[in-house]
């Protein structure tokens, strides 16, 4: 949920409370408990469905995982072989070009993990009619290839997947409109006691007010170069939201690479970051609202 949905759910609960709290009121209020009841079944109805959310956003990062770690396996099983045949072939330059570790692998972005990957592939394909003694043949790099493939595409299980958050993410939109649209209905209620119940009055006023905090920000991002680890300035960073009409985000990189959105839909985004000298870079993120994302995008040059 976004910082105002929970903040509207907050002040959706206190109003709850309030005016069961006061029964001698609320029984002045003709259809006060008709409204309250529905304000429970909304209120039930968005912690379920953020819930779900919750647990679908889970599994995609599962999804992801699973096939990072998978690509990750087979570039150090392909490296292994290349590195006992460079080291035979006393190969230096190839010796260094495919020696790889789990942890540098690890600590790439997913950009870098692909073009990683790649790069191992189109290395082994020159040397590919002397490698069937270390166990590297075409069977092996259209294995390779599809790992690279099912990473850099995502699978249709994680396409599903992200297509229910989405779903969610509409669901729960809906769920707060009906909540919003029941508490106007209170608000008009109330208004019947505005001259015989002033402190009362006071006090749902004072409730049904929804405050977001200025200072919290939704979204912090840096852009910044893979090599020199250095913030690149003026690039251009599109956010479009994934089964959305609206405009997509266009925001600007600053002198040392940073921005913020303060504001941002909670979804399933693509990201596309241009710079004039780099290699554009489109990525996948998830944003599910709970708490400030952080975008970290390294910029290879090409």
Same mark, same amino acid.
Do not use: C, W
């Given at each position: 949920?976004?910082?105002l949905? +929970?903040?509207?759910l907050?002040m959706?609960?206190a109003l709850r409370?309030?005016?069961?709290a006061?029964?001698?009121?609320l &029984?002045k ?6 409204l309250?009841t !529905?304000?429970?079944?909304a209120? &039930? =109805?968005?912690?379920?469905?953020d819930?779900?959310k @919750?647990k ?9 995982? *699973?096939?990072?770690?998978n690509?990750i396996?087979?570039i150090m099983?392909?490296?292994? @072989?290349?590195?006992?045949?460079a080291? /035979? ?6 010796l260094?070009d495919?020696?790889? #570790? =789990?942890t ?7 950009? *870098?993990?692909?073009?990683t990957?790649?790069?191992?592939y $189109?290395?082994?394909?020159l040397?590919?009619? =002397?490698? $069937?003694?270390? *166990? ?6 259209? &294995?390779l290839?599809? %790992?690279?493939t099912?990473?850099d ?6 396409d599903a997947? $992200?297509? =229910?958050?989405t779903n969610?993410?509409?669901v729960? !939109?809906?769920n707060? @409109?009906?909540a919003? !649209?029941?508490v106007?209905?209170l %608000?008009?209620?109330?208004?019947? +006691?505005h %001259?015989t119940?002033?402190? /009362?009055?006071k006090d749902y006023?004072?409730?049904?007010k929804?405050e +977001?905090?200025?200072?919290v920000?939704?979204l912090?991002?840096?852009?910044t170069d893979?090599?020199?680890? !250095?913030?690149?300035?003026n &690039?251009t960073?599109? /956010?479009t939201l994934?089964?959305d009409t ?10 040392k690479g940073?921005f913020?959105?303060?504001?941002i839909t ?5 990201v596309t970051?241009?710079k004039l ?10 944003i #599910?609202g709970d *708490?400030?994302?952080?975008?970290d995008?390294k910029?290879?040059?090409g």
């Amino acid at each position: 949920m976004t910082t105002l949905q +929970v903040e509207k759910l907050r002040m959706y609960i206190a109003l709850r409370i309030l005016l069961r709290a006061n029964p001698v009121i609320l &029984a002045k209020l003709p259809n006060a408990n008709e409204l309250l009841t !529905a304000l429970d079944n909304a209120i &039930a =109805e968005i912690q379920a469905n953020d819930l779900l959310k @919750k647990k679908t956003a889970n599994e995609i990062k599962q999804i992801i995982n *699973e096939l990072r770690t998978n690509l990750i396996k087979s570039i150090m099983s392909t490296s292994r @072989k290349m590195q006992a045949y460079a080291d /035979f072939k006393k190969d230096k330059a190839l010796l260094k070009d495919t020696k790889y #570790t =789990e942890t540098y692998l690890s600590n790439l972005k997913d950009v *870098e993990l692909v073009q990683t990957a790649k790069s191992l592939y $189109e290395k082994v394909n020159l040397y590919l009619t =002397e490698l $069937e003694p270390y *166990e590297l043949t075409a069977e092996t790099q259209k &294995a390779l290839q599809n %790992d690279i493939t099912l990473y850099d595409t995502s699978s249709p299980q994680l396409d599903a997947k $992200e297509r =229910e958050q989405t779903n969610l993410t509409a669901v729960i !939109a809906g769920n707060y @409109k009906t909540a919003d !649209a029941i508490v106007a209905s209170l %608000d008009k209620q109330v208004e019947i +006691v505005h %001259d015989t119940e002033p402190l /009362f009055y006071k006090d749902y006023k004072t409730t049904r007010k929804v405050e +977001v905090p200025k200072d919290v920000v939704d979204l912090i991002a840096k852009v910044t170069d893979a090599e020199t680890g !250095a913030g690149v300035p003026n &690039a251009t960073v599109t /956010f479009t939201l994934k089964d959305d009409t609206t405009a997509p985000i266009v925001k600007q990189s600053a002198e040392k690479g940073g921005f913020q959105i303060k504001t941002i839909t909670p979804g399933i985004y693509t990201v596309t970051v241009v710079k004039l000298g780099y290699l554009t870079q489109t990525l996948s993120i998830i944003i #599910t609202g709970d *708490e400030p994302y952080d975008l970290d995008v390294k910029m290879v040059k090409g």
